[in-house]
C-alpha cells in the first residue's frame, strides 16, 4: 500500500540545519498553504498553548534512512537499539512529531517555539495538544534517553 500526502503548509525561519540540541528557544512560523486553506482553518487554535506538529525530515536522504539497530546519535555509550525505539530524523517514512508551544495565530500563519524542525521543512499536519490525550498513570523510559535529551531544549 502508498500512502500519499500533501503538506498543509511549510515551516518559515528558525533554524536553517538541523542540529540536536537547543531547540527550546527557537521561533519559527508555520505558513499554511493558501491555495488550500483560509484563515478559518485555524479558528479556535488560538486557544490552546501548545500544538502537536507532524512534519516531514525532507533533508534526510532515501538512502540514509535507517531500518535497523543502532546507537542513538551513534553514542556506543548509549545501547545499541532499534530505530522505533528511538526519535532520530532517519526513521522509515522520516516523519517527525513534536509538541511546540503556540505563540500567536494571524490567518494562515502560526507563530510556535521549540518545533525542532528547519526552515522549508513540509508540515504534514497540525493539532491542538490536549493534556487528556497525554499519557494516563507514570511515564517509564530508560536512562540514556534522559541524557540524550539533557540538552535537546
Not at 11 to 30: H, K, L, N, S
Not at 32 to 48: C, I, M, S, T
Amino acid at each position: 500500500m502508498t500512502i500519499s500526502l500533501e503538506p498543509i503548509g511549510t515551516v518559515i525561519g528558525g533554524r536553517q540545519e538541523a542540529i540536536d540540541d537547543d531547540w527550546g528557544a527557537e521561533r519559527a512560523v508555520i505558513a499554511l498553504d493558501e491555495g488550500r486553506f483560509k484563515p478559518e482553518a485555524a479558528a479556535g487554535l488560538d486557544a490552546f498553548s501548545h500544538i502537536e506538529v507532524i512534519f516531514h525530515f525532507h533533508q534526510v536522504a532515501e538512502d540514509k534512512v535507517q531500518f535497523a539497530a543502532r546507537h542513538p546519535r551513534g553514542n556506543t555509550d548509549w545501547p545499541k537499539i532499534g530505530i522505533f525505539a528511538q526519535r532520530g530524523k532517519a526513521r522509515p517514512n522520516r516523519i517527525g512529531v513534536t509538541v511546540c508551544r503556540l505563540i500567536s495565530v494571524e490567518g494562515t500563519r502560526i507563530e510556535v517555539e521549540g518545533l525542532d524542525a528547519i526552515d522549508g521543512t513540509p508540515v504534514l499536519d497540525i493539532k491542538p495538544y490536549m493534556r487528556d490525550f497525554a499519557p494516563r498513570g507514570a511515564v517509564r523510559e530508560p536512562e540514556w534517553a534522559g541524557e540524550l535529551m539533557a540538552g535537546y531544549w
